[in-house]
């Protein structure tokens, strides 16, 4: 089985690839990459793992570069994702990718009857958060019986492992530009049955951890683009997404927002026009090259789903947590681990035939639940489910 790797050597594409790598029944990987050099390294890195690796760079169209491949993974960005779904299209390939961040995710579904018509599946938006948490709530919807989903309460919150000083080594958990979009773009909600858009880092919450408590905020995010269309049919009403960074993370992002790096209103500077905000991404991308990342071995990031419906007329409500650390192995930090995994299992899961439908859709309506959830736990990701009915 082959399967292809899109952005496959940066921070989240390079642990599905590992993952892959050492999957039973994966014959090849194949790794492309605007940077070549790298996909190479990583490549001869994860040599040992068992499937071939193969590492392209762009130069040629994607469907050429991934011909023969059963499945593709997009870990290159959601503004590539459409791209990467029209070659697969062209190829025969199933796909899937790490995210659409809203928007990306909404025009994604104009694809479905394409895929329909190859008999082809698109899950979308299968990284950690979004993804994982999906899944976790249709965990919560099949544990609980229910006949009617009401609301989806979703948290994705760092526990920290020790303080942080301000003269530290920084560089973003994941991509800078999701990153600075999450803390200034408009968040969509999906609230009393419709979507409506909040001031981003508005609609605080405190949750309740192993380790301490942590205060999620609205930002703009996939998962109400996808789960409200999955449950249109039991009547929900209400899908909200929040996150808490770490202070490391969250208190950099604000200063940056508040002195205005994060703008998108041109300066001069010596004569030349720059936007702020492609600066600040430029730079913080140099320094997740570079490993500059806070390095906190202890943290926790904990996702919890709280999933509320009925059953048999009476209220039930579900909570899904998943406890992530760092891997053992050392060779990932937990979040990219988390977010990089969910992709191989979805990408194994439709080449091998096993997707529950074609078309597009979130992956709360692809992913067989027993077997996601099994190959996850097999990978040290275990949900804790409590139901109160």
Same mark, same amino acid.
């Given at each position: 089985?082959? &399967?292809?790797?899109?952005?496959?050597a940066?921070?989240?594409?390079?642990?599905?690839?590992?993952?892959?790598?050492?999957?039973?029944?994966?014959?090849?990987?194949?790794?492309?990459?605007?940077?070549?050099?790298? !996909?190479?390294?990583?490549?001869?890195r994860?040599?040992?793992?068992?499937?071939?690796?193969?590492?392209?760079? &762009?130069?040629?169209?994607?469907?050429?570069?991934?011909?023969?491949?059963a499945?593709?993974?997009?870990a290159?960005?959601? *503004?590539?994702?459409?791209?990467?779904m029209?070659?697969?299209?062209?190829?025969?390939?199933?796909?899937?990718?790490l995210?659409?961040?809203?928007?990306?995710?909404v025009?994604?579904?104009?694809?479905?009857?394409?895929?329909?018509?190859?008999?082809?599946?698109?899950?979308?938006?299968?990284?950690?958060a979004?993804?994982?948490?999906?899944?976790m709530?249709?965990?919560?919807?099949?544990?609980?019986?229910?006949?009617?989903? #009401?609301?989806i #309460? &979703?948290?994705?919150?760092?526990?920290p492992?020790?303080?942080?000083?301000?003269?530290?080594?920084?560089?973003?958990?994941?991509? !800078?530009?999701?990153l600075?979009? @999450?803390?200034?773009? +408009?968040?969509?909600?999906?609230?009393?049955?419709?979507?409506?858009?909040f001031? *981003?880092?508005?609609?605080?919450?405190?949750?309740?951890?192993?380790?301490?408590?942590?205060e999620?905020?609205?930002?703009?995010?996939?998962? +109400?683009?996808?789960?409200p269309?999955?449950?249109?049919?039991?009547?929900?009403k209400?899908?909200?997404?929040?996150?808490g960074?770490?202070? *490391?993370?969250?208190?950099?992002?604000?200063?940056?927002?508040?002195?205005?790096? !994060?703008?998108? @209103?041109?300066?001069?500077v010596?004569?030349?026009s720059?936007r702020?905000?492609?600066?600040?991404?430029?730079v913080?991308?140099?320094?997740?090259r570079?490993?500059?990342?806070t390095?906190?071995?202890?943290?926790?990031?904990w996702?919890?789903?709280?999933?509320?419906?009925?059953?048999d007329? *009476?209220?039930?409500?579900?909570?899904?947590?998943?406890?992530?650390?760092?891997?053992?192995?050392?060779?990932?930090s937990?979040?990219?681990?988390?977010?990089?995994?969910?992709p191989?299992?979805?990408?194994? &899961?439709?080449?091998?035939?096993?997707?529950?439908?074609?078309?597009?859709?979130g +992956?709360?309506?692809? %992913?067989?639940l027993?077997l996601?959830?099994?190959?996850?736990?097999?990978?040290? %990701?275990?949900?804790l489910?409590?139901?109160?009915?």
């Amino acid at each position: 089985m082959r &399967i292809g790797v899109v952005g496959g050597a940066g921070a989240m594409g390079s642990v599905t690839v590992a993952d892959l790598a050492g999957s039973p029944g994966i014959t090849e990987v194949v790794i492309v990459d605007p940077d070549i050099e790298r !996909a190479r390294a990583l490549a001869e890195r994860l040599d040992e793992r068992g499937a071939a690796l193969v590492a392209r760079g &762009i130069d040629a169209p994607l469907a050429v570069s991934l011909a023969d491949c059963a499945a593709v993974v997009n870990a290159s960005g959601h *503004a590539h994702n459409i791209a990467v779904m029209e070659a697969c299209l062209e190829m025969g390939a199933h796909y899937t990718d790490l995210g659409g961040l809203f928007h990306v995710a909404v025009r994604q579904y104009d694809w479905h009857q394409r895929f329909v018509d190859a008999g082809l599946t698109a899950t979308l938006s299968m990284g950690s958060a979004p993804g994982l948490t999906n899944l976790m709530a249709a965990r919560g919807v099949e544990l609980g019986q229910l006949d009617t989903v #009401e609301s989806i #309460e &979703i948290a994705d919150a760092v526990v920290p492992g020790r303080q942080y000083h301000p003269s530290e080594p920084y560089g973003p958990p994941y991509a !800078a530009l999701t990153l600075i979009e @999450e803390y200034t773009a +408009p968040a969509p909600q999906f609230v009393d049955g419709a979507i409506g858009f909040f001031p *981003a880092g508005s609609g605080a919450r405190t949750y309740a951890f192993p380790g301490g408590e942590v205060e999620c905020v609205y930002t703009i995010h996939s998962e +109400p683009a996808t789960l409200p269309r999955s449950y249109a049919d039991r009547g929900i009403k209400r899908v909200e997404w929040r996150l808490g960074l770490a202070p *490391a993370d969250h208190v950099r992002l604000l200063s940056f927002v508040a002195s205005g790096l !994060a703008s998108e @209103e041109p300066v001069v500077v010596d004569g030349v026009s720059v936007r702020p905000a492609d600066v600040l991404i430029a730079v913080l991308g140099r320094q997740a090259r570079a490993d500059a990342p806070t390095p906190d071995p202890d943290a926790v990031e904990w996702f919890r789903v709280i999933t509320t419906g009925s059953r048999d007329g *009476a209220q039930v409500t579900v909570t899904c947590d998943v406890k992530v650390t760092d891997p053992p192995s050392g060779e990932f930090s937990g979040g990219a681990w988390v977010t990089g995994v969910p992709p191989s299992i979805a990408a194994q &899961i439709m080449a091998s035939g096993r997707a529950l439908r074609t078309g597009v859709h979130g +992956p709360e309506l692809t %992913m067989p639940l027993d077997l996601f959830f099994t190959e996850l736990a097999g990978r040290g %990701m275990i949900p804790l489910d409590q139901i109160d009915d």
